[in-house]
Structure formats: structure tokens, C-alpha cells
């Protein structure tokens, strides 16, 4: 069992920054690959990126790539999304997922999942 739990999401406009972090706690973080999702209202829940366990490499939704960049952090059990040149169709509940498998993640699947932080991008 994992916690995880997201932090700094918030009002923008577009053209701004934000970075959200997502802090976990219980089982050894340091066995988990990462993610982070994404759901607007009326959509589905989407797939932003992931960084795998074993060599950090990453993975972004089309969407984002060249924006969001994905870290992690093992002595702080956290990862962070940094969002740069936000646009208003990034509005959303920004959710971060744990998982075993990293192709999981990439597939849009997630064995543990946050609360969600809610990001929006004014124009």
C-alpha cells in the first residue's frame, strides 16, 4: 500500500508555470514507477506522463511533450510535474498514480492513485 497525496495546483494564465509535486508515504516509494494524469470536465481521464523506476526514462502525451517535464525525487518520495507555457485545454484534476509496471502507466493504468489537484489556466 502506497499514499499519495498532490499538492500545487492553482490559478494561472496561460503562458504561466506551475509545479505540482506528489508526495508519497507507506510502502517503499523507491519500488514504484510514476505517473501523472489528467481529467477535465466531460472528459476522460488522460494520460500527461510517466518516469519509470528502473533509468528515469520518460514518457509524455503528445499534448505535453516539450512542456511538462516529469522528476522524482527518492529521498523525498516525491514527484513533480513542471508545467510550462500552460494553456487553457490544460485545465483539468491533475492526478499522480503509482504502479508496479511502467508500460501500465503509459497504458493509462495506475495500481494506486492520488486525490487530485485541480489546475486551472485562465485565458
Known amino acids: 500500500q502506497v499514499q499519495l497525496v498532490e499538492s500545487g495546483g492553482g490559478l494561472v494564465q496561460a503562458g504561466g508555470s506551475l509545479r505540482l509535486s506528489c508526495a508519497a508515504s507507506g510502502r517503499t516509494f523507491n519500488i514504484f514507477n510514476m505517473g501523472w494524469f489528467r481529467q477535465a470536465p466531460g472528459k476522460e481521464r488522460e494520460f500527461v506522463g510517466a518516469i519509470s523506476l528502473s533509468d528515469g526514462r520518460t514518457a509524455y502525451a503528445d499534448s505535453v511533450k516539450g512542456r511538462f517535464t516529469i522528476s522524482r525525487d527518492n529521498a523525498k518520495k516525491t514527484v513533480y510535474l513542471q508545467m510550462n507555457t500552460l494553456k487553457p485545454e490544460d485545465t483539468a484534476v491533475y492526478y499522480c498514480?503509482?504502479?508496479?509496471?511502467?508500460?501500465?502507466?503509459?497504458?493509462?493504468?495506475?495500481?494506486?492513485w492520488g486525490q487530485g489537484t485541480q489546475v486551472t489556466v485562465s485565458s
Open positions: 498514480a503509482a504502479d508496479f509496471s511502467y508500460s501500465d502507466l503509459t497504458s493509462g493504468r495506475g495500481d494506486y
